[in-house]
């Protein structure tokens, strides 16, 4: 967020019933109790859980790991995956040998922003593994002169 913004302050400023991002506190405090439920959940971190369940991924008992704690997309997602019984680890900057964490999971989501961060060494064989981590990739070709990596992986 901008320097010049305070984020707390503006979370604070939108109404909870509008928080349609589900980022004000009382939604993600919401999120975060059991017996609670937040009027809005993030919609990316939704967005995994969506992709899991119909796939028919057993996320109960099994072990996630979410790179990146951000409060839009790491935080809410080891929230609602913990919401279906998955044991969470949040692998972070200052994590140490975040791949030998990694590498123990069942399910990896990734949303730290660098590209090629996750490594094949990284992942145990079968792991479901969810990028939603979102980077420009450089492209002369591109009016702007990058594209999302989404689209860079699918070119290759």
Not at 6 to 31: A, T
Not at 94 to 109: L, M, Q, R
Request: net charge negative.
């Amino acid at each position: 967020m901008e320097e010049h913004m305070n984020e707390e302050k503006i979370l604070h400023e939108v109404s909870l019933e509008k928080d349609v991002d589900g980022f004000h506190p009382l939604n993600i405090g919401n999120l975060a109790m059991r017996g609670r439920e937040p009027l809005f959940i993030p919609c990316t971190p939704k967005g995994c859980i969506e992709l899991l369940l119909p796939s028919n991924v057993e996320i109960m008992g099994k072990n996630a790991v979410i790179i990146g704690r951000s409060n839009i997309v790491g935080l809410p997602t080891s929230l609602l995956l913990q919401r279906h019984h998955a044991t969470v680890t949040t692998v972070h900057t200052f994590s140490k040998n975040p791949d030998a964490i990694t590498c123990e999971a069942d399910i990896v989501i990734s949303a730290a922003g660098r590209p090629n961060l996750v490594r094949g060494n990284w992942l145990k064989p079968g792991a479901v593994v969810i990028d939603v981590g979102t980077n420009p990739v450089e492209d002369p070709n591109s009016e702007h002169g990058y594209i999302p990596e989404m689209f860079a992986m699918k070119k290759q």
